[in-house]
């Protein structure tokens, strides 16, 4: 819009002269000026722009007047056209078409006939206000001119984050890859390590076993089976710290008087400790019941007994405590996995050397350790700790250098009556009665072999599959099957598939899982029916014939 049109006065003034007067007084004051023939020509020019309008009220008759309130209503939000409405003698109160005057917004009333002066005044100061609204619609622009430009400048600084960031997240999967291959080496020593000398017990023990019974030799033969056997133990139990830590372990979650647990094990811990370590139980006797796998639990506590007394070595004071504990949402919302309610709290406290800020932060970390290669694998808190979220726990570490470590291990409260679960004597089992089968279902040739042959020895009738497609047509057969024995992971169909099969076929079909590894049997009670129960790998004789008599006998 050019300068001259911006600051113009558009007059409509149809009746006698009064367009021509206004005319010359503007021009003659140095006010441009355009004489409008009708509303129509008045809202066409003023779409062209204008300073203000002199409008005659006897104008506002004419058509068009529908179109110039529409165009005044239609203001960008910085303008506010001024308007000089000329009136006839008596004031506009008078005049009914000057009533219109409130509709067209900005409006000042010029009596006629008008002096020059007062016109001229008039003119003057709706000009300086319209210069105003010019002024605040430049600064308007010039406000979203800056804008863009910063929010040029935001795209610009958005992207370099974006481009940062990127940076920073490949440097940190580099950074998390070196870790995990130096975590890897670790646990690689570590366990290569521990394996190779429970191998070394295994194997050893065998070959002699060989030579002394080719030469005829069978005396103290027992305590060359116990070598072997105590290997094959600690290796079993280097496995079960494996899946503990990574949460795969299969758990038998039910009701634990955690009080009597610790109260069962304190000749154990005790002989764990040396002489001068002073072991301190400190339990509760108003103890909720924990919901937990025992086992697991008895494991994490000797576990954590034996890192307290590492961290004794000139001697202290060990402190077992038991306690109840509610968590609420404060404390539980920054784990994912804990929700707010009733826990119950085992705390095992040394007064040894501690441990730096820097340390217990790592210190729950797979593989980390802080002993050198071949004295540990850095499983122990590690695999306390999945045992914890796996059974909806948590565990916590406070530690302070010379002062001593505390480490609290929380459980959920159990809910619910306990069942009392009946004692199997697994020193005199009873032979299998007449026609007694077992199915066995297991990929592993060897573990198929030894599990036949003793079941065999007990009098047991049995048939044998490598896998699910095998065992479907025995089950389909009309041949007498009191128990299925089935791997968990067996290769295609595993074996809850196969049960699930089995069962269609045989409703009253009982199946004992035995399993290494499986992950959706980690926890049992989600996993098995009535009718079926677990046993894991490696598993005595004695414990799976027990679970087999007690299976078919019930």
Known sequence: MSESRSERALILAPLGRDSQIALMILEEAGFPGLICQHLGHLCDELEQGAG?????????????????????????????????????????????????????????????????VTLVSLVTTALRGRRRQYEARDRLIDLSNSEQRLQTILETLEQQVQERTAQLRHNEE???QSQKMEAVGQLTGGIAHDFNNMLTGIIGSLELLRRRLARGRTEDLDSLIDLGVTSANRAAGLTHRLLAFSRRQSLDSKAVQMNTLVLSMGELLQRS????????????????????????????????VLNARDAMPDGGTLVIRTSNQHLDADFTDAYSNLKPGDYVALSVQDTGCGMPEAIVHRAFDPFFTTKPIGQGT???????????????????????????????????????????????DTQHMPHAQAGETVLIVEDDPAVRVLVSTVLGELGYAFLEAGDADGALPILQSKRRIDLMVSDVGLPGMNGRQLAEIGRQLRPDLRVLFITGYAEHAAVRGGFLDPGMQMITKPFTFELLTAKVREMIRT
């Open 52 to 116: 203000l309008l002199v409008i005659a009220s006897e104008a506002l008759l004419g058509p068009g007047l529908e179109v110039l309130l529409q165009l005044i209503e239609q203001q960008p939000a910085w303008s506010d056209l001024p308007i000089v409405l000329l009136t006839h003698h008596g004031g506009p109160e008078q005049t009914p078409e000057a009533r219109l005057g409130a509709q067209l917004g900005n409006v000042t009333f010029l009596e006629r006939p008008f002096h020059p």
């Open 174 to 176: 580099a950074l998390r």
């Open 273 to 304: 400790l040396n002489e001068s370590i002073r072991l301190d139980m400190q339990l509760d006797d108003q103890l909720w019941i924990a919901e937990a796998d025992p086992n697991q639990l008895e494991s994490a506590l000797l576990n954590l």
């Open 378 to 424: 850095g499983l122990g808190l590690s695999m306390i700790y999945g045992f914890s979220k796996q059974s909806h726990g948590h565990v916590t570490m406070d530690s302070e250098v010379n002062r001593g470590t505390t480490v609290n291990l929380y459980l959920p409260r159990f809910i619910g009556e306990p069942v009392s679960e009946p004692v199997i």
